[in-house]
């Protein structure tokens, strides 16, 4: 499920930023006309989720102390069009100075798009951002040995559980696929609608199940999967792990895992029977946990790892997939190289991280530990061999991993088998 | 035959439910948007509100970052009112003056016109940016009204040569012997002849910029000046599973329009089958 | 963007040269001047014809949005019907296309039938009914997808009635979904179908079918040999009008399956968003969207023969 969500109780919040960033607008227009006056640096970053954004606080204290006389200026542009929008202002020579994305060139918003055809500066010899990117993000991060952006934390991608549903079931989270096979039945038979819910409607929920389900599948057994796939020696259709993946999605489905209707599902009606405890499980970034939870007062929601064929080989998907980079033909490069050092501080990290409800970059650069919520991943963060970035970032475009979601509708109902769906995304990768 | 019988009288009742069948949705819209959050969460949709309440309008209206529902209905007017001006001062004089100047020049340009309306607008729609963007005009109120007179232009220019053609000279010959220049003559005298042109152009062209999403979503987007579809789409976004919230929404950006087309239905009716017609 | 009037495009040529012609022999000078057509002229060919014309070349590119475009001929086309995903939509966009004109007709004329005279209520029925018409298409597909939702009000009433084994995802079962969205977009537009039929019924004398009464023909006797006869020109310009915007549907489809399940709604429409702006293959995209206009265009010609083949 996307990781947006509603905001009741929120407006005041919700006001106070539409303020904050009309007031910011007005600033700049105004120092648009003096040319001795501050630098205004243009930001853009998709909508945040009915509360104040997360970028708008970091920028908020940027603004206040930097002694450079920079004011960065926000613009939210809403998830369905973000990366539209932004591409054609690429096109345009019109882009922000500031750009958010997802590094690499895989997911739908991927930065290194734009780093392949020369439009984003080169970070590499700054010693703040080559000292920001995890290892196992190296490829994203670099493009032709240029590194063309920096993380501002990192979002796992487990399942999101009602804890407090759990408990009133009297189950523990599964270890294991099989056990998981079990407790939908055991669900059901307690009168709740499903152990997962699944947003079926939109390709980007049934991909990241896809995803997640590949986790121990294929990746924990071959971490180099993807650079086998780029140079022709694996294929998706031609991997038994691929078939695999699939396959134990058609077997959720056959054990009446998703709830009824899963294939035309949607946010709006996975969110409230989860929140009421009727669901058990979402697929969705750790993040929408904390928003979730506000939700459902009554209800703890938590977070899990998906469980694996085996114990030993569950595998956690955690992602430095925020990232922001300098449009190159900026006007403004110095400024905003200012604010996004500012940004790389441990403490606005750990702030950033706090307010985004992701795990801070610290935790994975320095090893400092988790923050509480995230206890039940902390072995997974911690140990490099037990997680890795979202694959899909790494694919050469977000076809693919399109083709894996829509593929997935297609299964559920009836319309593809596992095979096609495979080969529509080697298909993808091709074009 | 024309009398009021039995038969009309089932006639009636039939074509009264079935329009009132076609207004369900209108029903689910109204009903949801007046109910509080939790009625609304947890009460079946066609459950009345209990009790109502104007709560959820008052989040619409508050809006969100992205979504604010008085900024949109005040950039709305502008684009629209704006566009309007140019795409009736500008295609009444051009469809006046290709119908009333003779030659294949005049055939060209009607066809240049009529060729206009069917051509496809998303095939320009980088390369415009692009030259809009060098002009400053991206994310402007200005760009919008340059861009919907130029691209409804020929929809204009079509409507209004439906009405000069058959428009008798005898007006202008008169005037012309009054001795005043011909623009005045224009002006004052053809014009107001053309009020029911006018009138259709108004209704059809104002109705499309008024609900145009994809266009104002490339080039409003992002900025202080979007158009109220583009606000409407941002607050779903941010709205998702508070039905009731996103409904008031939906209805606070119908009102200008349906307040228009309550008190002037028939023109706009007529408006349409105008424009239809000709 | 919606354009609602499309016009009647072949006749109108031929009838503008006449009428320029009689004219031109009939009064001397006219008061207008030729610089009056100059703006509107400029603006529809900078905004219309440069910009299509310019975004055209790409159609023959493999142009990705960024850097340079090769020029690459007509395998762009080639790819099109060689790939089942597009040849789907285009599949799709013709059926979308024809139930669009049948229902919308079908059902615009019958309303029009029973509201152009004797009932009470006329009047107001007809407010109610063109209503749709003048809503935004995207606000309005929010009201409808909360409808078809799973758990949404429509299953709700079906359970109710006892008709539980009907209830499915409307919207995510390929099987339904497809209707469903031909559902939204007729709902939308039949009160503008029943506008063209009132206003053609409106030429209908009422003595004819009084006449035909006392030739002791029945109703639906004189609705086919008196009233539809003479409903021919509208019924060519309302089904010409309809088939055009239902080549083109764009808000409502994006708005409720965005071409889902696993393409089962996909028209050309939805592609070419998709290839052009989604998956940046502007090239691609373009030759799609060329492909799209060819349709169109196609779909007034057979209007226009359809026209003069009557001779009116």
Known sequence: MKKRTHRRGRRPAATAAMLLISAAALAGCQSASSSDGPVTVRFAVETGFGKTSPYAQIIDGFNKSNTQNIKVELTEIPTDSYFQTVRTMFQAGNAPDVVWGSPGTGAANALGVFAQAGQLVDLSKEQWASASVPDSAHDLYYVDGKLIGVPVDVAPIPQVVNATAYKSLHLDFAKTYDQLLQQCAAVRKAGRTSLLGLAGSQPTNTGLMGLELAASRVYAKDPDWNQKRASGQVTFAGSQEWRDTLQAVVD??????????????????????????????????????????????????????????????????????????????????????????????????????????????????HGRPVSKKYAGLATYLTDPARNAPLPSLFWPNPDIYNKLGVGIQGLLTGQAEVDKVLQDMDAAWQS | MHRYTKRTLILEILTVIVALALMIPFFFLVNLAFKGDTDAFLSPAVAPPKPPTLSAFADAWAGTPTGNIPLGLLNSVIVTAGSLVVLIALGSLAAFTITRIPGRLSSALYVLFLVGIILPFLLGLVPLYVVMRQLGLVGTLPGMIILYSGLLMPLSVFLYTGFTRSLPREYEEAAQVDGSSSLQTFVRIIFPLLRPATGTVAILAGLIIWNDFFTALIFLIGSRNATLPVVIYGFVGQNVSAWNVIFAGIILSMIPVLLLYLFAQRKFIQGFAGGIKS | ?????????????????????????????????????????????????????????????????????????????????????????????????????????????????????????????????????????????????????????????????????????????????????????????????????????????????????????????????????????????????????????????????AGGPYGATETLSTLVYKETFVNGKFGYGSALSLLLTVLIIAAALLQNAALRSRGD
């Not at chain 3, 099109?80 to 229902?103: D, E, G, K, Q």
């Open chain 1, 252 to 365: 959720l489905h056959k054990q009446g895992c998703f709830q009824g209707g899963a294939e035309g599902g949607t946010p709006e009606t996975v969110t409230p029977e989860f929140t009421k405890g009727k669901i058990l499980g979402i697929f969705a970034p750790a993040s929408i946990a904390t928003d979730l939870g506000s939700l459902a007062p009554t209800s703890q929601i938590s977070v899990a790892v998906f469980p694996g064929t085996t114990e030993r080989d569950t595998f956690l998907f955690a992602s430095p997939s925020n990232a922001l980079s300098i449009n190159a033909s900026s006007k403004h490069v110095d400024a905003a190289k200012a604010l996004l050092e500012y940004w790389m501080q441990p403490q606005q990290l750990d702030k950033f991280a706090a307010l985004s409800g992701n795990v801070s970059l610290t935790s994975v650069l």
């Open chain 3, 1 to 257: 963007m919606r354009s609602v009037a499309v016009p009647a495009t072949r006749v109108e040529v031929v009838e503008t040269e006449g009428k320029a012609r009689r004219a031109g022999r009939r009064a001397g000078g006219s008061i207008a001047v030729w610089w009056w057509a100059v703006p509107a002229v400029v603006l529809t060919i900078g905004i219309q014809y440069l910009s299509v014309a310019a975004g055209s070349v790409y159609a023959f590119t493999n142009y990705r949005g960024f850097g340079k475009a090769t020029f690459v001929g007509f395998d762009n086309f080639v790819k099109i019907f060689h790939s089942p995903a597009t040849t789907r939509a285009l599949w799709n966009t013709l059926l979308l296309a024809a139930c669009f004109v049948i229902f919308t007709n079908v059902i615009g004329m019958a309303l029009a039938l029973a509201l152009n005279r004797l009932l009470k209520l006329r009047y107001f029925l007809r407010v109610l009914i063109f209503l749709p018409v003048v809503l935004s298409p995207l606000a309005v597909a929010y009201v409808w997808k909360f409808i078809f939702q799973p758990n949404g009000p429509l299953n709700g009433m079906l359970r109710t009635v006892g008709l539980g084994d009907w209830a499915t995802a409307w919207l995510g079962n390929p099987a339904t979904a497809f209707s469903t969205i031909a559902v939204v977009v007729v709902w939308q537009n039949i009160g503008l179908a029943m506008v063209i039929y009132l206003a053609g019924l409106a030429n209908v004398s009422p003595e004819l079918e009084e006449a035909g009464a006392v030739d002791g023909a029945g109703p639906a006797a004189r609705l086919f040999r008196i009233v539809l006869p003479l409903l021919r020109p509208t019924i060519v310009i309302a089904s010409t009008l309809t088939l055009i915007q239902g080549l083109r549907v764009f808000d409502q489809v994006q708005a409720l399956t």
